[in-house]
């Protein structure tokens, strides 16, 4: 049975080894069900309304309520 | 991943080298990556008082039209809106790189996160062997806006591509990063290695990804 894992959306500047891995098979020949999960639009916070010391980041959200187990930081 | 991160300045600016942008209104993203990045490379030019900063959005395609509208005098990129400024006669001031690190839950098996390290392993290999082939997919991320539609794979300067297959975090970086981040106010508390890196999954992670890095 394949593992699965679940991670948080990657553009190509921080994951392209990622998303080249997902596309030319790599993580199914390792046995892996990788999904990529997005953060629906309407909950996406633009980093212009935080703060340095209170940032409106995006990362971790889908991972904070159990809906991905990774995301890059 | 290795991400490149520039502080950029618009075609017309008096600012060639990033201690000119002491008391100038920088937009970083906070929160994010690329704004740590530039952050320091504000820091490794000039005192810590002199470094202003502004809240930018998250999308580097809204700092790079503020940019170009006079929001603020700077901001810091990555690609592919590292090449769209270039092309549209702006500066890099100062280019600088970072690891990106990924932040598991404890749901993570060594097995699942093994199987992860040896296909983004393959992946870098893949890369590395003809980055040009792949700077689509910086194209692709944006291909709705205009400036980067333009691009061809030929614009992209493959020196700011930087791949490097994983490995354990060093601790004596992490612990570095941390108290950086807390020397600015943007974490609290003392660095404590045990709860922020699962050594016992990272080493037998690597362990069994080992065999593909031998191959």
Not at chain 1, 57 to 68: E, I, M, P, S, V
Not at chain 2, 126 to 151: G, M, T
Request: net charge negative.
């Amino acid at each position: 049975m394949a593992m699965t894992m679940t991670i948080e959306r990657v553009m190509a500047f921080m994951g392209l080894d990622v998303l080249v891995a997902r596309d030319e098979g790599l993580f199914e020949a390792e046995g892996l069900d990788l999904r990529i999960a997005a953060l629906p639009p309407d909950e996406i916070r633009s980093a212009a309304e935080g703060t340095p010391s209170k940032p409106a980041t995006n990362q971790g959200k889908l991972q904070a309520r159990g809906a991905a187990q990774m995301f890059q930081a | 991943m290795i991400v490149c991160a520039a502080l950029v300045v618009p075609p017309t600016s008096t600012v060639f080298a990033p201690q000119e942008l002491a008391h100038k209104r920088v937009a970083l993203d906070y929160g994010n990556g690329t704004a740590y990045a530039g952050l320091q490379m504000l820091e490794g030019a000039m005192p810590r008082e002199a470094v202003t900063t502004c809240a930018g959005a998250t999308s580097p395609a809204e700092r790079f039209a503020g940019l170009m509208r006079g929001d603020f005098d700077a901001t810091v990129l990555q690609e592919p809106w590292i090449t769209v400024a270039e092309k549209a006669g702006c500066r890099l001031v100062s280019t600088t790189f970072f690891h990106g690190t990924w932040v598991a839950n404890r749901d993570v098996s060594t097995e699942a996160y093994a199987a992860l390290l040896r296909a983004i392993t393959r992946a870098v290999r893949r890369i590395n062997a003809d980055k040009r082939q792949y700077v689509s997919y910086f194209i692709r991320d944006w291909s709705s806006h205009s400036e980067v539609a333009v691009l061809g794979p030929d614009d992209f300067n493959l020196g700011r591509i930087q791949l490097k297959e994983p490995g354990p975090i060093p601790e004596n970086e992490a612990r570095w990063a941390w108290e950086w981040m807390a020397s600015w106010g943007l974490i609290e508390g003392a660095f404590d290695v045990t709860t922020q890196i699962n050594r016992k999954v990272e080493r037998e992670a690597h362990a069994l990804a080992t065999a593909v890095r031998a191959g």
